[in-house]
């Protein structure tokens, strides 16, 4: 036992829990947990951003990029408040966060004192867990309990600390329940479900194989009932790097964040098998499927299809056990097609990413990024069309990971996404890839990548415009009103800040930059990277409902769809004509 500043405490529970750095911005009602934390600076470092939003955004990504809890802060009133957007993002993609909210002192609460609030009910729907401590002691024990609950519910946690409460003398015992935040109860794996799956997978004509994110830790085993099984494989969006992108038989994820291949061969398919994944948008496929649905969680089963199969069990060792099925499937016609499908795809985005003669296009810039990224790089996405472009293209094939905002779908969550990734991984090369639009949102924290010195490529991809946005107004017949945005010189912007930039326009311009990104990399650079890239204002193609098979969706809808995108027969014809030529 010790005695010292419940604010230390706290910190050292955050210690406890491997936790090392923390976002946010200290202020009167915040301050004695900070200082706190400046006991423990040793140990746990106080990252300042620029921006309390930007710290919880971090905090989101860091928790999805490690898998250990991220942590942000905020003042009472404006500071916290700031932080919801952050919280928000954790929330819906089920992300465990701690955050820590500041209040006025006790002695003056319920005196509408200055920037006090009643800020439970603020908190009460985005955190599984929100308590407001009464008193110095309860500290680090709800803190602990905050933290464990962030991790059971993979959500949000929020613990509201009365300032003078932080800065009272305790006397501190480490806890002795341990830190089991690691530890996962796997489900048994019923072998007569694995055979009744597997008899179901070899009666079918077109079986496909679909994964999410809770098929992150079985790659290995992914690729072996795909090959075995003679399967093409989708994943979800956010699980783009949980089978290998450069494997004959993945096809890339459906949606407008997908693929052509994606999308007509799950569409002509009579068996889906989904595991680790509860994805939303497969009502809208035809219901004349075979259903199986792998899950761990009772309550996704059937959530989004009423499934024929369903199976509780952990997606890593359901398909470890399928892997060993003695079936191995012959190389059907619709695998072969739906692989020459892709090649052609694939064949088609390396096209548009050469041609520059009307300026730059956004292939053109994924394509240098890909080829002048590492094998573990990490890449923090933004949303927008950026994202369409980079789920298209960007490899991982290796040891490469990511961090998105899928489910709430928050633009600026790139910056800091890439912000975390470099404070989690110093040693691996780290990108992030927004809009012109996303980036402006969160630019001032390119200071915080200045000031701690972490050499991050971020690439705007600037086009002048909320292109994500502009689709949707041409689908719906609307004036492109109000998505037009003022431009800027990024990079020259980002040499005023402190950081290096670069500005490019076409090709050979975007070739030099990266060989000055890659000597500098080379060189030891600690200093951020802005790569302004002046792209066309493209529409890019819309992958979630691809109608060129002319017998399902008819000639005027086939010939109209090319006719918007661009595309011909012979560079990309249909799934079905593939078929008829094999």
Do not use: C
Not at 244 to 258: I, V
Not at 390 to 410: E, I, N, V
Not at 502 to 519: C, G, H, P, R, S
């Amino acid at each position: 036992m010790a005695t010292m500043m419940a604010g230390q405490a706290l910190a050292k529970v955050l210690e406890k829990w491997d936790i090392d750095h923390v976002y946010g911005i200290t202020a009167d009602s915040i301050n004695n947990t900070v200082d706190g934390l400046y006991q423990e600076r040793d140990q746990i470092k106080y990252i300042q951003v620029r921006h309390e939003e930007v710290g919880a955004l971090a905090a989101a990504a860091d928790a999805k990029l490690t898998g250990t809890i991220g942590v942000a802060f905020g003042s009472a009133g404006p500071g916290s408040v700031h932080m919801l957007n952050g919280l928000y993002e954790a929330k819906m993609d089920h992300t465990p966060v701690l955050a820590l909210v500041g209040q006025s002192a006790t002695g003056v609460m319920n005196t509408n004192f200055f920037q006090e609030m009643n800020q439970d009910p603020i908190f009460a729907d985005v955190a599984e867990f929100h308590k407001q401590v009464v008193n110095a002691d309860q500290i680090p024990k709800v803190i602990d309990e905050a933290i464990r609950s962030a991790y059971a519910t993979k959500s949000v946690s929020v613990v509201i600390l009365p300032d003078d409460l932080s800065g009272q003398e305790i006397d501190y015992h480490e806890l002795k329940t341990a830190n089991l935040s690691k530890k996962t109860v796997k489900l048994p794996v019923d072998q007569a479900e694995v055979q009744q799956v597997a008899e179901a997978i070899k009666n079918a004509k077109r079986p496909v194989m679909w994964l999410g994110q809770g098929a992150a830790s079985a790659k290995a085993a992914a690729v072996t009932v795909a090959e075995k099984l003679g399967m093409p494989v989708l994943t979800t969006a956010p699980a783009a790097n949980v089978f290998p992108t450069d494997h004959a038989n993945y096809m890339g994820a459906r949606g407008r964040l997908g693929t052509k291949p994606a999308f007509e061969v799950s569409q002509v398919s009579d068996l889906i098998l989904f595991v680790g994944t509860n994805y939303p948008f497969a009502r809208y496929m035809p219901a004349d499927k075979t259903i199986i649905q792998v899950n761990n969680n009772l309550a996704d089963l059937g959530k989004q299809y009423d499934a024929d199969i369903t199976v509780l069990a952990d997606a890593a060792a359901f398909l470890a056990s399928l892997a060993q099925t003695d079936y191995q499937a012959p190389v059907s016609d619709f695998l072969k097609a739906a692989q020459q499908d892709r090649v052609l795809w694939m064949n088609w985005l390396e096209k548009l990413a050469a041609d520059d003669q009307n300026g730059l296009r956004a292939e053109g810039v994924i394509k240098a990024i890909k080829d002048n990224s590492t094998n573990n790089a990490v890449f923090g996405l933004d949303v927008g069309n950026n994202t369409e472009w980079s789920l298209r293209q960007l490899p991982f094939d290796k040891d490469q990971t990511y961090a998105m905002s899928p489910w709430y779908g928050t633009m600026g969550f790139g910056l800091p996404a890439g912000l975390a990734g470099k404070l989690s991984f110093p040693d691996r090369q780290v990108w992030t890839i927004s809009g012109d639009g996303g980036y402006a949102m969160v630019m001032p924290d390119l200071l915080t990548e200045v000031k701690y010195h972490l050499p991050v490529i971020n690439v705007v991809l600037e086009n002048k415009a909320f292109g994500y946005i502009g689709h949707e107004k041409i689908q719906a017949n609307q004036a492109p009103y109000g998505i037009d945005l003022v431009g800027a010189d990024w990079g020259k912007a980002a040499t005023d800040m402190g950081a290096i930039g670069f500005t490019v326009t076409n090709l050979a311009e975007l070739k030099d930059a990266m060989a000055q990104i890659n000597e500098l990399q080379k060189n030891g650079n600690d200093l951020p990277i802005v790569l302004d890239a002046k792209i066309q204002n493209i529409d890019p193609i819309d992958t979630s409902f691809v109608p060129l098979d002319e017998a399902a969706f008819g000639a005027e809808m086939a010939a109209n769809y090319r006719e918007t995108y661009a595309i011909s027969a012979e560079d990309q014809p249909s799934l079905s004509e593939i078929m008829k030529n094999l």
